[in-house]
């Protein structure tokens, strides 16, 4: 993974976690010739020039179930078996692609990959080794699988991005409706003149306190100060004040008085009552703060990422980060030095630093927890479709976009709604020109 991994690149489609291959996958070998199937396996498809073995297939699914278990809601085992074959069968069609495309994953990269799950596993190289003859799988297969994956994502990358084309006209679009919307969600400041009515309360006295309400209106429409009124009618705890509400975002204030007083204009007063479950209210418009299209909100951020495998599955690595979060706030060791030792992500070499992060950049898992968090503090593990992390924000600020920032960021938006469907298109056209032969079970 690049040190950009999280930018919002836009999600790959996802099958059930322990479906998908993993750089640990690799049970059965994808090139072996039929002589050599074990005793009790079988092929069960040959894509390409690649086998799937009826073993990889049942490996896959009982990984689905050791992580689901075996509640209602766990799909019938068919249904899972169905899932693992079509999701192997997916992993061969784009090895032979990017193979044919002569795309080629460098020894040291595979290197880094195992040193990364065996450390996840906290585990030396010569014990994963042992671990895995134990477990009949072959080390030189092993780091064929880890290639295999490393490919698989790089080719996902430059392939499915480079079908997304975004036109200039429809980041223009794009931009108009976010500031329509930032228009819409403008900082307005309300006084308000507010008449209880009880609860429950009967014709007689809701009439009387409309009378109330009507007389104060009358007051404030013959030229007395607003202000004035409110300190001696209001019944709203901010009368004192006149009144004033304060600055908020028209989403926090309640949506009929953004009704109410989308028209009026600053200094303006409500030309009649608004009835609420409260009672009668009169609103003038003290301010109004346009919300600034070109201005966001920045964060510095930094990460350690586990990649869950069969060998470390997602509770596992919730833990482990668990473990190494509590470590940091010990002060045995800091999040930088656990970062460059344990991340499997191109940020590890810097400590985890992904640098300033602007909305949209990050996939929407990572930044939803990343925006709850104040500057200092970290996050609880975090699920993404890269695995597992540990978040801290460092630093947050306030920057002012130049005109083609804010395109850019137009643009990754519009990339990342269209991701999926990008996706779905590239894997079934991949699948629709494979040689696809299933075998049945021998007799």
Do not use: C
């Not at 020894?107 to 450390?119: H, K, T």
């Not at 134990?134 to 480079?162: P, S, T």
């Not at 223009?172 to 003149?193: K, W, Y």
């Amino acid at each position: 993974m690049t040190d950009h991994s999280l930018r919002r690149l836009s999600p790959r489609h996802v099958l059930p976690a322990l479906l998908l291959a993993t750089a640990a996958a690799g049970a059965a070998a994808q090139s072996t010739p039929p002589a050599r199937v074990r005793t009790g396996d079988y092929i069960a498809v040959i894509v390409n020039q690649e086998l799937v073995t009826a073993g990889e297939v049942e490996r896959r699914v009982e990984r689905a179930l050791a992580e689901l278990g075996r509640g209602p809601k766990v799909p019938p085992e068919s249904e899972l078996r169905k899932l693992a074959l079509d999701a192997l069968i997916e992993e061969r069609v784009m090895i032979t692609n990017a193979r044919e495309i002569g795309m080629r994953i460098d020894e040291p990269e595979v290197d880094r990959a195992v040193q990364n799950i065996a450390a996840q596993n906290q585990i030396t190289i010569p014990v994963l080794r042992e671990r895995l003859r134990a477990e009949g799988l072959d080390y030189a297969r092993f780091r064929a699988n880890v290639r295999d994956q490393l490919m698989i994502e790089r080719l996902r990358e430059r392939e499915v991005y480079g079908r997304i084309k975004i036109s200039e006209e429809e980041i223009d679009a794009l931009l108009d409706q976010q500031r329509a919307a930032a228009m819409a969600d403008a900082e307005t400041n309300l006084a308000q003149i507010l008449v209880t009515v009880p609860d429950g309360a009967d014709a007689a006295t809701v009439a009387a306190r409309r009378a109330v309400a009507e007389l104060a209106l009358a007051r404030v429409q013959k030229g007395e100060a607003f202000e004035a009124v409110a300190r001696q009618v209001s019944e709203d705890p901010n009368a004192k004040a006149g009144g004033a509400i304060g600055l908020r975002p028209a989403s926090k204030l309640p949506d009929v008085f953004v009704e109410a007083t989308q028209a009026l204009k600053v200094g303006e007063v409500s030309g009649k009552l608004l009835q609420t479950g409260a009672g009668f209210h009169i609103l003038k418009v003290l301010e109004r703060k346009e919300a600034q299209l070109g201005r966001i909100s920045q964060t510095k951020v930094r990460h350690i990422l586990l990649r869950t495998s069969p060998q470390l599955t997602q509770d596992v690595a919730a833990r482990r980060l668990l473990e190494y979060r509590a470590q940091i706030e010990s002060g045995k060791k800091s999040f930088e030095a656990i970062a460059k030792e344990f991340s499997e992500d191109g940020s590890a070499a810097a400590g985890g630093d992904l640098g300033w992060a602007s909305p949209g950049m990050m996939v929407p898992e990572f930044e939803n927890a990343m925006n709850e968090l104040a500057p200092g503090a970290m996050s609880q593990p975090v699920v993404s479709r890269f695995g597992v992390h540990l978040v801290q924000v460092m630093e947050r600020r306030e920057v002012a976009l130049e005109l083609k920032q804010l395109r850019e960021q137009a643009r990754n938006v519009l990339r990342e709604q269209r991701f999926e469907q990008a996706h779905s298109d590239w894997t079934k056209e991949l699948r629709a020109k494979a040689y696809v032969e299933y075998r049945e079970p021998p007799q």
